[in-house]
């Protein structure tokens, strides 16, 4: 990872647990120098501690970034340590569930640099993806350098509203569960067919992990390799009979888990 202002100026990640920490692996390996980098967490890891980055030191005067990755119940005592560096250049990313962009700046001050972003946890194998809104005192140049960090732990999108992060976190934020869920339901429904645990639970996530994996990068659209895979009157189509059924197979169950997450999201949110 190379970004001239963020190595010259320094990074601070405020909060290291599984989703700072596969970050922080990232941007090491991907050539940005540990003397760049602040950690502030009570309690690191060990690994943390290997890594050779300033941790819990004095913070710069004007860091290029603070990536906020603290536990959002957490973030009304740990942000107030940071005002400081509020109303500056410095820009504020935050990969907190919930936080909106307005309490950002209710405790940095209105004048903040602040970047929402929402990824999911694939991120911790380097496959999630990231959607991410900033205010409007965020320049193109900070939405880049946002991107270039996030690039550590998968894709990024950018939205057109912060109003977009319901859907995002029903949608992606959420989905990874529902996708374990679909491989926890394959396999039982293997085993139901007579089918042994193991072969049927490896069964499972390897077709899901497989398709996924064909999904991102084949030239067709899902719907294009769905009909591939589909022959007339055969075992795919039996299947898919059932599960596209409007009335009682998967699209209206998914649109009302969707659903359901969207509208929890937006409880939360609202306090």
């Known amino acids: 990872m190379q970004n001239s202002d963020i190595a010259r100026r ?21 050539g940005l120098p540990t003397t760049s980098v602040w950690v502030t967490d009570p309690n690191p890891s060990d690994w943390v501690r290997a890594q050779g980055v300033h941790l819990n030191e004095d913070l710069p005067d004007s860091p290029a970034i603070v990536l906020v990755a603290v536990k959002p119940q957490m973030m009304r ?7 400081l560096l509020g109303n500056g250049d410095t820009t504020f990313l935050s990969v907190a569930a919930g936080i ?8 940095l001050g209105d004048s903040t640099p602040v970047i929402r972003s929402i990824p999911n946890t694939p991120a911790a194998v380097k ?15 900070q939405m880049q350098m946002a991107e270039t960090l996030l690039s550590a732990i998968g894709q990024t999108v950018r939205l057109e509203t912060e109003d977009q992060m319901d859907a995002v976190t029903g949608l992606s934020g959420s989905g990874p569960a529902y ?18 645990c193991e072969l049927a639970m490896t069964l499972a996530k390897a077709t899901v992990a497989g398709s996924g994996a064909l999904a991102m990068q084949a030239d067709e659209t ?30 209206p169950l998914i649109a009302k888990t969707i659903d359901a997450a969207t509208k929890r999201s937006k409880e939360l949110a609202n306090g």
């Open 127 to 141: 496959q999630g993806i990231t959607a991410i809104i900033g205010n409007a005192h965020v320049t193109e140049h």
């Open 179 to 196: 996708v374990f869920h679909m491989i926890e339901c394959l396999a039982r429904a293997g085993e139901a067919q007579g089918l042994d």
């Open 222 to 251: 899902p719907s294009q390799l769905r009909v591939n895979v589909t022959s007339p009157n055969g075992t795919t189509q039996a299947g898919l009979n059932v599960l596209m059924d409007e009335d009682t197979g998967l699209p």
């Open 77 to 83: 005592d740990a942000l107030p340590t940071l005002k």
């Open 10 to 30: 320094g990074l601070v990640l405020l909060g290291c647990g599984k989703m700072g920490s596969a970050m922080l692996e990232g941007w090491l390996a991907g």
């Open 100 to 107: 909106t962009i307005t309490t950002f700046e209710q405790m």
